[in-house]
């Protein structure tokens, strides 16, 4: 009977329970009165109805809004408890989310700024390629499958080009063999034609003459036969057309640039010791690496 009630996991938490509060009774015993306070202001009852009220679409009941404030309440005594046992000490989780928070407040005074059209120009001007409106190009193919045609793959490829040069305007719909892909591609950035084709297809368009069939240009499908039809130049954009792409852009910079500043005033405050690395460890990572 007695090694059954050992064995229990109840009594257990119950001895643990009983040193916690003994050895926190010995840490705390000097601890004044008002450390033992806990505020609840208006504005934090205001929040939790208004929480409320966006959730349920109605106003909490005396009771409700109780259980809501008596959560906070119990987060509260077991945050102070947990903190005055150390239990935050060499906690990866709690370290790491702390340091996240400092992170944000960083950020915070950062994202307060509001940038002017001019500072928003140069900022543009600076980038100006990752704002430009892309190039784009419309093409038409003719597919032609290598597992089909075997050894003829070079040939028909050639013959069929021939025919298509001397009759351009005829239907390539029945020419070359089937595949997924449309035969002709409208306004389309390069990067959609690699993703479409492969980025060899994609290098090769690039180089291609405007109004000719030439060819043919492989892919990771086969052979293509190709008439580029039109092929617009990347354009520059003007601060109007992109203001909201080059404000949050710079916005991404300055809190980046904020938070080093940030954090390299700290770094100055203290003294790193750290050991020795190991060279032979780290030589060896490197040829792993490679």
Known sequence: ?????????LLHFGVLGALLFVLYGIERGGESDSQKE?????????????LFERKWQRMPTRDELQGLLENDIREEILYREAIALGLDQHDAIVRR??????????????????????????YLDNNASSFEEPA????????????????????????LLKKLQQAPAQGIDTLGDPIMLASSFSDSEISQVSRQF?????????KSPVGEWHGPIASGYGLHLVLLSEAEPARPVALSEVRDKVER???RERREEAELAFYRSLRE????VMAPLDDSAVELAEVQEE
């Open 249 to 251: 852009e710079w916005r």
């Open 269 to 272: 405050q203290y003294q790193v």
């Open 198 to 206: 492969g980025q060899m297809f994609a290098d090769a368009l690039l």
């Open 1 to 9: 009977m007695l090694r059954t009630i050992i064995k229990e996991p």
């Open 97 to 122: 989310r702390l340091a996240q928070k400092m992170d944000f407040i960083s950020a915070d005074i950062t994202d307060m700024l509001q940038p002017t059209d001019e500072e928003l120009q140069v």
């Open 38 to 50: 806990i505020v609840l202001s208006a504005q934090d009852i205001e929040r939790h109805i208004a």
């Open 136 to 159: 784009r190009y419309s093409f038409s193919h003719v597919y032609l499958n290598p597992d089909k045609r075997g050894e003829k793959l070079a040939q028909d490829a050639g013959q």
